[in-house]
């Protein structure tokens, strides 16, 4: 036999998939179902990597890992959890796990990461010091989306790499930057958050890196940017896809250098700050129509991390609804509650405006409602759009006039930019559409579109559109 490994797990049918996996490729495996089991195994024998669940017969499997990792200090540990929260994913990598591994998981790849552990062997660089992990962060759900948005959080906690936060509007972007900076080891500097569509274009390099006194008319004192209020924390960019190309030149020297000059300046200061970035647009037709630098896209996505639409997430939405259920009663709300018709109900909507929309909904419900408990027939009265039946394809937009007011009303592209920023914003959802129509068949797409198949390939990868997902 090869490598020894230990598997510290009580489910009797997960052991017995996990020790057949592992032996198929070579390894000689012992197996506990306790902790004071695996305390005795690890004083006696040195392992090439441990797996071992959380919740187990005598206690907390993450827990008690520090005794683990004194006798065995270079033996990767992989942790595995049906106790899927961002909490227990933090708490793993904080005990020095070298990887987490939400239940139900996939066995090939938890077997590839078994043997990467055990090649890497005396690589991790676990933080066992580090501070337990405020669990009453509001990212909720353990659905396998969301375990994904987990892993990639813990994965950038103990280093400053650029972060860029990829998802629709609603999603919980800032969110996830507040999770990145509140659990890593900036925590005890600012966080600071600047909306880019906020900002008017004229104004956006003076607010980010500040100004001198006279750099401009009305710039009667000197200003503090927001890239020194961030020095020893988080600068969160959110809507960074509309920063206007000036402003993007600066900023790509800024992250080059790691120094700044106030608008009007001379003097280069020296800044410590941790970058986060975020879009709901896809960078892809911004390059191409000249919108937005492709070196600073290289610069900012050093690790993306995508976050799902609640319509990839249903199974999320009654813990979601518990948790707005409980904000609503801080706020001085009446308590509520819903059915499980109401729940039903929910998941079977189409959630355009994805998690800020629900929380919206649970707060309108609870106002509106009359009842302690909220069915379904109540939320009929409150839902502002017809809920989707089980099957049914997301409703389409059927006014193409309403969706090009609607894009620039909540978009509000700057003048000179607005044909551009159009088709942007159009050829995502017109190539999806055309390619669930031929069934994901890029031949027959190509021939509806009018353009070379090719193209249509280039197209599609560009924004990420894998045609198996438009069937």
Not at 55 to 80: C, H, K, N, Y
Not at 454 to 468: F, P
């Amino acid at each position: 036999m090869g490598k020894s490994i230990l598997l510290v797990e009580d489910d009797r049918a997960i052991s017995q998939v996990i020790m057949a996996a592992l032996e198929a490729e070579g390894c000689s495996v012992d197996h506990c179902t306790s902790i004071a089991r695996r305390n005795a195994l690890v004083a006696n024998k040195r392992y090439a990597a441990i797996l071992t669940d959380v919740m187990l017969e005598d206690g907390d499997g993450i827990a008690t890992l520090g005794s683990v990792l004194e006798r065995q200090p270079d033996t990767p540990v992989i942790v595995l959890s049906a106790q899927n929260t961002l909490d227990t994913a933090v708490r793993a990598s904080e005990a020095g796990a070298y990887e987490y591994f939400p239940k139900p998981f996939d066995l090939d790849e938890l077997i590839r990461a078994v043997l990467q552990a055990i090649a890497r062997s005396g690589d991790v660089s676990g933080n066992a010091d580090a501070d337990p992990a405020d669990s009453g962060l509001p990212l909720v759900g353990r659905s396998a989306p969301m375990q994904n948005v987990y892993r990639m959080i813990t994965r950038v906690l103990r280093n400053d790499l650029s972060v860029l936060i990829l998802g629709e509007s609603g999603t919980g972007k800032e969110l996830v930057a507040e999770a990145i900076h509140q659990l890593g080891h900036r925590k005890q500097g600012p966080f600071v958050a600047v909306n880019m569509a906020a900002i008017p274009a004229e104004l956006i390099e003076s607010e980010l890196f500040g100004h001198e006194k006279g750099a401009f008319t009305g710039a009667v004192a000197q200003s503090i940017g927001k890239f020194e209020q961030a020095h020893g924390g988080t600068l969160f960019l959110d809507e960074i896809g509309d920063m206007p190309m000036q402003a993007q030149t600066r900023l790509l020297r800024t992250l080059q250098t790691g120094r700044i000059t106030r608008v009007g300046g001379h003097r280069e200061i020296e800044l410590d700050v941790r970058f986060v970035a975020a879009t709901n647009k896809p960078f892809g037709p911004l390059i191409e129509a000249g919108l937005f630098r492709e070196d600073l896209y290289y610069r900012i996505n050093v690790v993306p991390i995508d976050l799902p639409p609640l319509r990839d997430r249903l199974s999320d939405i009654p813990a979601l609804v518990d948790h707005f259920l409980a904000l609503a009663v801080q706020e001085g709300l009446p308590r509520r509650s819903f059915d499980d018709s109401a729940i039903a109900a929910m998941q079977r909507r189409n959630w355009r405006g994805n998690v800020r929309e629900l929380r919206n909904l649970v707060f309108r419900a609870v106002i509106m409602s009359r009842d302690d408990l909220i069915t379904a027939d109540a939320l009929g009265s409150i839902f502002d759009e017809p809920a989707l039946g089980t099957g049914e394809t997301r409703r389409e937009e059927s006014d193409f006039e309403q969706a090009v007011s609607r894009f620039l009303l909540t978009e509000r592209p700057e003048n000179g930019a607005v044909y551009d920023k159009a088709l942007a914003a159009f050829e995502i959802p017109l190539l999806q559409a055309i390619m669930r129509r031929c069934d994901g068949n890029q031949v027959k797409a190509a021939a509806v579109l009018g353009i070379n198949r090719n193209t249509l390939r280039k197209k599609l990868v560009e924004h990420g559109l894998a045609s198996a997902e438009l069937r």
